[in-house]
């Protein structure tokens, strides 16, 4: 059983900062990537940054050079750290596992329940 248990969202004021931590539980094969991504009120879904198991990151063109994802592999755990928080940014913000947890073969995608960013002007 694969777990991932969301910390860290609230309100904050445009320029402030927040860090995300997802604390990840359970017997995993393989980790493929992890991520963050988010929703706004009558929004898409979208990717805000990402890690591979190599190291690589990627982001999302509106929070590069402001937003950091960053993992402790002794604690099992990823973090966002969100800095110059703008209005625009608030949303709801996931947690997503990509792992294969019973063999080399396959993998699956696991996500955290989010967790409410909100940021006042």
């Known amino acids: 059983q694969v777990q991932l248990v969301e910390s860290g969202g609230g309100l904050v004021q445009a320029g402030g900062s927040l860090r995300l931590s997802c604390a990840v539980s359970?017997?995993?094969?393989?980790?493929?990537?992890m991520g963050w991504y988010r929703q706004a009120p009558g929004k898409q879904r979208g990717l805000v940054a990402a890690?591979?198991?190599?190291?690589?990151?990627n982001y999302a063109d509106s929070v590069k050079g402001r937003f950091t994802i960053s993992r402790d592999n002794a604690k099992n755990t990823v973090y966002l750290q969100m800095n110059s928080l703008k209005p625009e940014d608030t949303a709801v913000y996931y947690c997503?596992?990509?792992?294969?947890?019973?063999?080399?073969?396959?993998?699956?995608?696991?996500w955290g329940q989010g967790t409410q960013v909100t940021v006042s002007s």
């Open positions: 890690t591979s198991s190599g190291g690589s990151t």
């Open positions: 997503k596992l990509n792992a294969a947890v019973t063999g080399p073969w396959s993998a699956n995608d696991y």
């Open positions: 359970g017997s995993i094969f393989r980790i493929n990537s």
